[in-house]
């Protein structure tokens, strides 16, 4: 995942949502905005997550990963945002069972391949504790970036 940094226009801070809906809203529109989604990923992320949900309990704070399908990405690319308040996703693998998420992190991938290697880099972060802190309290942009790209690049 050299080749993926993290570019700090996609990093939302202190995000204001009230469903996770709203939320994946919000932060796909950043990605469309940057260039990095075509104009179809919002609905196509919402609609995925419906269907797939993507909420991860884990033990410092709760984490989200959408995705969806490549035809929807211009370029690759993570928009990360750390909600103000927790916002409920579904767990990964559930029906309805629910999570209270503080951290997105958005996958936009240009390859199918591609989203599984940075999923299992990802994983390595969501299970260090010290790591989600860091990200979850930072009140700059640079400092979750530095943080997500030194860990994705020791990978």
Known sequence: MQDLKIDISNVL??????TNEEALSKLSDQMYQNG???ESYKDAVIERERSFATG??????????PHTDI??????AIGIATLKETVPFVIM??????????????????KE???????QKLMGIFQNDE??????NA??????????????SEV
Do not use: N, W
């Open 131 to 136: 790591i989600l802190e860091t990200i979850a």
């Open 56 to 65: 991860l309990p884990t033990v410092y704070c709760s984490v989200a990963i």
């Open 36 to 38: 990095y989604v075509k």
């Open 13 to 18: 801070i202190d995000l204001e949502a009230s």
């Open 93 to 110: 693998g559930e029906e309805k069972e629910t999570t209270d998420v503080k951290l997105i992190f958005m996958l936009a991938m240009d």
């Open 139 to 152: 009140t700059d942009k640079e400092t979750i970036v530095e943080t997500i790209d030194k860990e994705l």
């Open 113 to 119: 391949d591609a989203q599984l290697s940075l999923l």
């Open 71 to 76: 035809q929807h990405v211009q370029s690759k």
